[in-house]
């Protein structure tokens, strides 16, 4: 098994900056991918970010697309979030997630086999 390890949320006014963190243990020679989902108030939970390992490569959903920033280190099994220019409809709960080893590169952004709990990030108007 594989345990996602979020931190770094908080609240942040519009047009401020956060930088999520997220740390793997386990089984983590089984993971493949990294990435990050979001679940806002009475919304489902969205895709938001990911990042690859060999060929390596990342992934942003529209919403946050020059505005987040996804990096990492595969060594060292962890992956980062920075987030600029937070507008209000960010807010939401952040998840760490990732995939295993020879699933689809593209899975991650439907179906991830690892969750983190899940960080709080609150942008005020």
């Known amino acids: 098994q594989v345990q996602l390890v979020e931190s770094g949320g908080g609240m942040v006014q519009t047009g401020g900056s956060l930088r999520l963190s997220c740390a793997a243990s386990?089984?983590?020679?089984?993971?493949?991918?990294m990435g990050w989902f979001r679940q806002a108030p009475g919304k489902e939970r969205e895709f938001v970010a990911s990042r690859s390992g060999f060929p390596t490569g990342t992934y942003y959903a529209d919403s946050v697309k020059g505005r987040f920033t996804i990096s990492g280190d595969n060594a060292k099994n962890t992956v980062f979030l920075q987030m600029d220019t937070l507008k209000p409809e960010d807010t939401a709960v952040y998840f760490c997630v990732a995939l295993r080893r020879f699933r689809p590169t593209d899975a991650i952004k439907s179906n991830p086999d690892w969750w983190g709990q899940g960080t709080q990030v609150t942008v005020s108007s």
């Open positions: 386990g089984r983590t020679s089984s993971i493949y991918s």
